[in-house]
């Protein structure tokens, strides 16, 4: 059996059809489902599904969340490319991109298909656990960007810069942005006109510690002041990537220009019957009992099926990995040689073994020996069979 680390969804075991029947057969059972389920929603979302999600939120998240700073949306896929159209101008007044590097891959293609080029891409280098080189970023916007004065500027929903992050557990090397780092971020936002998207799908996936303080809670402290910053979720990770359910938080001025826009209001509220279906389950309080077990599932998964196996197998042949995971779903695990290299063997010597090359998710592609492996997608033991099968082929290597 081929063992893909490049993976980076659950496993199939994990998902919960048992759930989603029962909501759906309750769901469906109500009185008025035909109007309030089946029909055009509104576009924000159903107001129950946005009041239980706020809750949902405020219990996972261990800080209060406002449902009048919530939308709901088809994941954060889509959500990105929805924000990215309504608030950026990539011909015109959006000179450039940030991209915390390296970076979730998948990322550069929204950005090219919305009409970026990569020479707009600006890599933000991480420097360890702690997340971005915060200093890159500034020197880079004190150098190229224009200082925000207010009036017109001020209240412009259109922005000059974007960057996007994985501020918590960040995809792919598990870093964790400081709050130190957070709070300059968003004055930077502010003093820049730089729009802030969080892809925040990972925060409640923590399994050391308290959840990370979002950068959009640090945003929303400052009422009177002009707000950047756009936390980008979605249930894919928690619940069902095929459910296709996010939600976007930010600031009601910026939910209200998201949520006015014509496909909205022509089509209605997005993945509205997924969302009534999920709604069933937060109505009933059995949502935070399955996170909770994914938690667990996947704490176990990292630590016993990655974490010891490699501190045992791989770093005594040179391996590293720089940052512990505290949540999330990956390790970003440096190599003795190339990842060129380690994909050579592989294929060579025909071992049943894919990784995430490094080279992959760097905003510059220079050559690395850095690898991505996922740990969702695998029970323990499956995990370390795969670990087993990497020794093999870094021994092959350094032969």
């Not at 993945?271 to 994914?294: E, F, R």
Request: hydrophobic content about 35%; charged content about 25%; glycine content about 6%.
């Amino acid at each position: 059996m081929l063992i893909n680390f490049k993976r980076g969804q659950p496993s199939l075991d994990i998902l919960p059809t048992e759930l989603f029947l029962k909501s759906t057969q309750q769901l469906f059972s109500e009185l008025n489902a035909a109007e309030d389920v089946l029909q055009y929603g509104p576009e924000l979302g159903h107001p129950e599904f946005l009041d239980n999600l706020a809750k949902f939120l405020t219990k996972e998240y261990q800080m209060p969340v406002s449902s009048k700073q919530l939308c709901v949306t088809p994941g954060a896929s889509l959500s990105l490319q929805h924000i990215l159209s309504i608030l950026t101008r990539p011909d015109a007044q959006t000179k450039y991109v940030y991209l915390q590097d390296p970076t979730y891959f998948l990322v550069f293609d929204i950005f090219l298909d919305l009409g970026y080029r990569r020479d707009q891409f600006v890599s933000v280098p991480e420097e360890g656990e702690d997340g971005m080189d915060i200093d890159v970023l500034e020197d880079h916007l004190h150098r190229h960007c224009r200082i925000q004065n207010g009036g017109r500027e001020r209240d412009s929903m259109v922005f000059d810069s974007v960057l996007y992050c994985v501020p918590s557990h960040a995809n792919p090397t598990g870093s964790i942005l400081s709050s130190e780092k957070r709070k300059r971020l968003v004055d930077l936002g502010r003093k820049y006109n730089m729009l802030i998207i969080c892809d925040d799908v990972y925060d409640a996936l923590t399994y050391e510690g308290p959840v990370p303080k979002r950068l959009v809670a640090y945003d929303l402290e400052e009422p009177k002041e002009k707000h950047v910053v756009i936390s980008n979720g979605s249930f894919s990770k928690l619940l069902s990537p095929g459910a296709r359910v996010g939600w976007i938080e930010a600031d009601s001025a910026i939910i209200k220009q998201l949520g006015d826009s014509g496909s909205f209001k022509s089509g209605g509220s997005p993945a509205y019957l997924s969302s009534q279906i999920i709604n069933t389950m937060m109505k009933q309080d059995v949502l935070h009992h399955h996170v909770a077990y994914i938690r667990e599932v996947l704490s176990d998964r990292l630590h016993n099926g990655l974490w010891h196996p490699i501190q045992k197998h791989l770093v005594p042949l040179g391996c590293r990995v720089t940052i512990k995971p505290k949540g999330g779903y990956f390790v970003w695990l440096t190599l003795p040689f190339s990842a060129d290299k380690l994909i050579d063997i592989i294929q060579t010597h025909k071992i049943e073994l894919q990784v995430g090359v490094g080279t992959l998710f760097n905003v510059k592609k220079n050559v690395d020996c850095d690898v991505r492996l996922c740990f969702a997608h695998y029970d323990t033991s499956t995990l370390q069979e795969g670990v087993d099968r990497l020794k093999k082929a870094i021994l092959i290597g350094l032969t």
